[in-house]
C-alpha cells in the first residue's frame, strides 16, 4: 500500500458505492485530484448461454461503476482544476472491448459500452502490454495529459500503485 493511502472499500454493483468511495477519499485526505478505476468482473460462456444476472452484473460493474464513479469524482476534480493542481482519471480496461474474444460476449460487449459524459477533457486511449502500463501511464501523467483510458489486461497491482502515486505527486 502506498503511504498514507486510506482504503475505503465498497461494493461496485450498488449505485451508492461511487459516493462512499469518493466521501472516502475526501474523508481521509480533505481533497481528491484523481481516480484510478482498475477494477471489473469477467463472465465466460457464448451469449446464448449467459443468464440475465450475470449480464447485469458485467454491466453494472465494468460499464455504470465507472460512469458513476467519474460523476461523483467530477466536482472535487473541478475543485482541484480550480485550485491549479491537475487532476487525473485513469481508467483500465479490457482489449476485449476493441477485440472481442470468442465466449466472452457478455464481457466484451459491457466493457465496451462504457460512454464518458462531455466533460471537455482531452481524452487519450493507450493500447499497451500489461508489462508497458506503468511506463505509459506516468509518461501520460507526465506530458500532462488530463484523461487517460489505459486499455489492457492484467496489470498488476503493484503498478496500479506506482502509477497512482505518481500522479498525486507531480
Same mark, same amino acid.
Given at each position: ?8 472499500? &465498497? ?19 480533505? $481533497? ?29 460493474? +465494468? !460499464?455504470? !461503476? ?6 461523483? &469524482? ?17 481508467? $483500465? ?11 466472452? &460476449? ?5 466493457? &465496451?459500452?462504457?460512454?464518458?459524459a462531455e466533460t471537455g477533457a482531452d481524452v487519450t486511449v493507450v493500447f499497451v502490454p500489461a508489462k508497458a502500463t506503468k511506463a505509459a501511464v506516468i509518461e501520460a501523467i507526465d506530458a500532462g495529459i488530463p484523461l487517460a483510458?489505459?486499455? $489492457? ?15 498525486? +505527486?507531480?
Amino acid at each position: 500500500l502506498v503511504p498514507g493511502a486510506a482504503v475505503v472499500t &465498497a461494493d461496485l454493483r450498488h449505485a451508492a458505492a461511487a459516493d462512499t468511495i469518493v466521501r472516502g477519499a475526501v474523508s481521509a485526505h480533505g $481533497t481528491l485530484d484523481g481516480l484510478v478505476f482498475a477494477a471489473g468482473v469477467v463472465a465466460f460462456g457464448p451469449a446464448l448461454e449467459l443468464d440475465d444476472d450475470v449480464l447485469v452484473e458485467l454491466f453494472t460493474v +465494468n !460499464a455504470l !461503476a465507472p460512469i458513476r464513479l467519474l460523476r461523483a &469524482a467530477g466536482p472535487w476534480l473541478v475543485e482541484s482544476a480550480g485550485a491549479g493542481r491537475s487532476p487525473f482519471v485513469v481508467h $483500465t480496461s479490457a482489449v476485449v472491448a476493441e477485440q472481442p474474444v470468442a465466449g466472452m &460476449a457478455g464481457y466484451s460487449a459491457a466493457k &465496451a459500452a462504457r460512454v464518458l459524459a462531455e466533460t471537455g477533457a482531452d481524452v487519450t486511449v493507450v493500447f499497451v502490454p500489461a508489462k508497458a502500463t506503468k511506463a505509459a501511464v506516468i509518461e501520460a501523467i507526465d506530458a500532462g495529459i488530463p484523461l487517460a483510458v489505459v486499455i $489492457t489486461e492484467g496489470i498488476p497491482i503493484i503498478d496500479t500503485a506506482a502509477f497512482w502515486a505518481h500522479a498525486v +505527486n507531480t
